[in-house]
């Protein structure tokens, strides 16, 4: 199995044993030889419950370490899934980049790495590389499903979503379609991400064979009820849609199926400055309606530039710091797609 090769080239080993029977607590070992620690390493939370035969399911959130929500709701669901819950085993990685989560960074304080752009990572790279590497190439494989939390983290908010990159292949499509709806988020998208190519964690599970699902859950760097509560129910109904936990789970709620496409559906800011926005989340906005102002507040008397949206859309995500550099994303938008 690819599973025993890539394991042993990774330096990275799990305490616990991701196939047993039961439920077990543990850590993911990552070897960082420091001042303060000559053979330290660094314990990323790892959890494995399994009742028998079943799907095999991967639950991640951390990948970035300030987007918080889904971070809250797994570490609710390990406390109160038991073996008698369901039927499969079920791996969850709540801090994936762990250094990251534990200084409330989107990329890591040890090297910078963004462990979302960082797949398929690199055995013998930075410790962001090699928590990549051992993700793709030892956890992945042998899943059936794997679900990605994130959230707009300290510099974007959205509306709660769920997403997953448009799939070539139709059966596979339909397969994710299903897991969107049954996570319930007020809006779920699809965009046209790379897959086989990419650097993300969907674009992993995609390699690995495995069906893969995001979100997007609030962000700026807050934790709302309304936020955790998509978060918790959605991830409770997909784990049953799969056929993983038995028993009741919270009603179905509808979703709005959109998608998101090229460059035209984002604005980002001319210059630095100060950014006003004129719209707010959850807004239907039109092709050269007003989208935001940025003011030079080093010269006041100077005129803010305007900028405009380039096409018709859903506001699903705003930018929060007002201060802003040529570049900074502002919003981007999405447009209804058939169901």
């Given at each position: ?31 960082h ?40 709701a ?58 990549a ?70 674009s ?6 495995v069906?893969?699902?995001g ?57 630095g ?19 935001a ?19 018709d859309g ?20 999405a ?5």
């Amino acid at each position: 199995m690819p599973r025993t090769e890539f394991s042993a080239m990774s330096r990275l080993t799990a305490d616990i044993d991701l196939h047993a029977e039961g439920k077990e607590t543990g850590f993911v070992r990552v070897p960082h030889s420091v001042h303060r620690s000559a053979y330290g390493w660094i314990p990323i939370p790892i959890v494995r419950i399994r009742n028998g035969e079943g799907p095999n399911v991967l639950m991640q959130a951390g990948n970035h370490g300030d987007e918080w929500e889904g971070q809250i709701a797994l570490g609710n669901l390990i406390r109160s899934l038991q073996p008698k819950d369901i039927r499969g085993r079920l791996v969850i990685l709540p801090s994936a980049n762990f250094p990251a989560a534990m200084e409330g960074r989107r990329t890591s304080p040890i090297d910078e790495g963004n462990l979302n752009r960082s797949f398929p990572g690199d055995a013998e790279g930075t410790i962001t590389q090699q928590i990549a590497y051992w993700i793709e190439h030892a956890l992945l494989p042998g899943f059936d499903y794997a679900f990605d939390f994130h959230s707009g983290g300290s510099s974007l908010a959205y509306i709660p979503s769920a997403l997953a990159p448009r799939q070539d292949d139709p059966p596979r499509m339909e397969k994710v379609v299903g897991l969107l709806k049954a996570f319930g988020a007020p809006v779920s998208y699809v965009a046209a991400a790379p897959q086989g190519g990419g650097r993300t964690f969907t674009s992993a599970a995609y390699r690995q064979g495995v069906i893969a699902m995001g979100t997007e859950l609030g962000g700026g760097g807050l934790v709302t009820p309304a936020s955790l509560k998509v978060a918790e129910d959605g991830m409770r109904r997909v784990l049953a849609h799969v056929g993983l936990l038995q028993g009741p789970v919270p009603p179905p709620t509808p979703t709005r199926l959109t998608e998101i496409g090229g460059d035209d559906y984002y604005v980002y800011a001319s210059d630095g400055g100060l950014f006003e926005p004129l719209v707010e989340l959850g807004d239907e906005v039109t092709a050269g309606q007003p989208a935001a102002r940025i003011h030079v507040h080093h010269t006041p008397w100077r005129e803010p530039q305007l900028l405009r949206f380039k096409r018709d859309g859903l506001v699903l995500c705003k930018r929060i710091p007002a201060r802003c550099e040529r570049g900074d994303c502002l919003f981007h938008l999405a447009t209804d797609i058939a169901a």
